[in-house]
């Protein structure tokens, strides 16, 4: 779509060139936000808005859609609707959904070109070149949205066959860009198109729900670039958003590259790759398994490290275990001790308490008519625990910590291989 310039709708006397979007609600004052990418502050108008006021310029913009060539309806519900007039996305929310009429319109404040972003030249080769799973993740208000359509302008000049996947559309691109919307067709029709149509880039604005992350895996893993939005209040918080929905084994064929905005400014370049070695803070070379890497672009150093730990995800950051040690170990505890209580949980029929005692040690507690079911006829599980998760598991009884004594039994595959012994 392009701009169409002058008063072309009856928003535009509510618009300035720092509002970034208007709030009206019947019998209530109007509320402006005044915006710069991740800053704003509302300002409340003293003129009070009618119901009679709002449902005429409801009735006034349902005709602009009617009659203009760049309107259309987005989104047709029965108490709620979505409109697009150029630049203008107006959210509709009517009774009952809504306690009364309400009108939400946002309009973009500022359109940048890449080059406004006073990018090196190695971030520009990257997102040019090399990057094919680009995720672009930031807070709400932080400028996501901009640098997408910034991102979108420079592969347009590069001539290449761009689509985008939105709902409502409103991203404000060339009229060569292809825009469909989810509105119109399902994520599996949309596939399909995508699929036979083959787009150099495809811009997924924003990865919200399930069938979001489902499509976003499908397309990537056909060669397909994208470059998806999505909401996220920590740079690997977007990665974390994607496990539990797709297997972590694939995501680094998902998304190579997250590109974190904040204050309408790059704040961070995370890059993935998996490997196979052993997670930092483990100690025995054989519990290396699959981890993926993730590495700040900017910094040149690892950040995260994201493996499964039993039953759980663990997204480890290595900047807290170079800070302190302890955190680092704890983590993993944390993880073994969540499992271990499950496995309880799973092989006996009585309560056993698991608990971190320090770094490298977990406790596990039972009533005395239950420990001997334990050493006796559950030392090798233990023995198989300890080896996987680098700890070591010491077997108490409720009455032993209620006398102050000290465990009576343990295992440590290191000095005795398995076998129990008494202390």
Not at 10 to 15: A, E, T
Not at 183 to 200: F, V
Not at 220 to 245: E, M, N
Request: glycine fraction near 4%; charge should be negative; aromatic fraction near 8%.
């Amino acid at each position: 779509m392009q701009s169409v310039k002058g008063n072309n709708s009856l928003l535009d006397h509510y618009f300035d060139d720092h509002t970034m979007s208007v709030h009206f609600k019947a019998n209530c004052p109007i509320i402006r936000k005044k915006w710069k990418p991740g800053k704003w502050e509302s300002e409340i108008s003293k003129d009070i808005v009618s119901k009679e006021e709002l449902e005429h310029i409801y009735r006034e913009l349902m005709q602009e859609v009617e009659e203009k060539e760049q309107s259309r309806l987005e989104i047709d519900r029965k108490y709620s609707k979505v409109l697009q007039i150029w630049p203008y996305r107006i959210v509709v929310v009517t009774e009952p959904l809504a306690d009364g009429l309400e009108l939400t319109i946002v309009k973009p404040v500022k359109k940048l070109s890449l080059s406004d972003y006073d990018l090196d030249a190695e971030i520009i080769d990257l997102v040019e070149n090399k990057a094919k799973g680009i995720l672009i993740s930031g807070s709400p208000g932080s400028g996501k949205t901009t640098f997408a359509q910034a991102l979108i302008e420079k592969y347009v000049e590069k001539n290449k066959i761009i689509k985008t996947l939105e709902s409502p559309r409103d991203l404000l691109v060339d009229e060569k860009v292809v825009q469909y919307s989810f509105s119109y067709a399902p994520h599996s029709e949309i596939r399909d198109i995508l699929l036979l149509s083959r787009p150099d880039v495809a811009i997924y604005d924003e990865v919200r729900n399930k069938e979001d992350f489902e499509l976003f895996k499908d397309l990537r893993l056909t060669g397909i670039g994208l470059i998806g939005v999505i909401h996220a209040t920590a740079p690997v918080d977007s990665i974390q958003r994607f496990i539990g929905t797709i297997e972590m084994g694939i995501i680094p064929q998902v998304i190579d590259t997250v590109i974190y905005i904040e204050d309408g400014k790059i704040h961070e370049i995370l890059q993935l790759k998996q490997v196979v070695k052993m997670p930092s803070g483990m100690m025995s070379a054989d519990l290396a398994r699959p981890v993926i890497e993730v590495t700040s672009f900017l910094e040149k150093k690892l950040k995260y490290e994201i493996y499964t730990f039993g039953e759980q995800v663990v997204v480890m950051s290595l900047d807290q275990i170079m800070e302190n040690q302890s955190t680092k170990k704890n983590i993993i505890n944390d993880a073994a001790s969540d499992h271990i209580t499950q496995l309880m949980k799973d092989i006996f029929s009585f309560p056993v308490e698991c608990e971190i005692l320090g770094p490298n040690t977990i406790r596990l507690t039972t009533h005395t008519s239950n420990k001997g079911k334990i050493i006796w006829s559950w030392g090798a599980t233990v023995q198989e625990l300890e080896k996987k998760f680098g700890v070591h598991i010491d077997v108490e009884t409720n009455d032993d910590l209620d006398a102050g004594k000290k465990s009576q039994w343990s295992f440590d595959p290191k000095k005795n291989s398995g076998k129990k012994r008494r202390r």
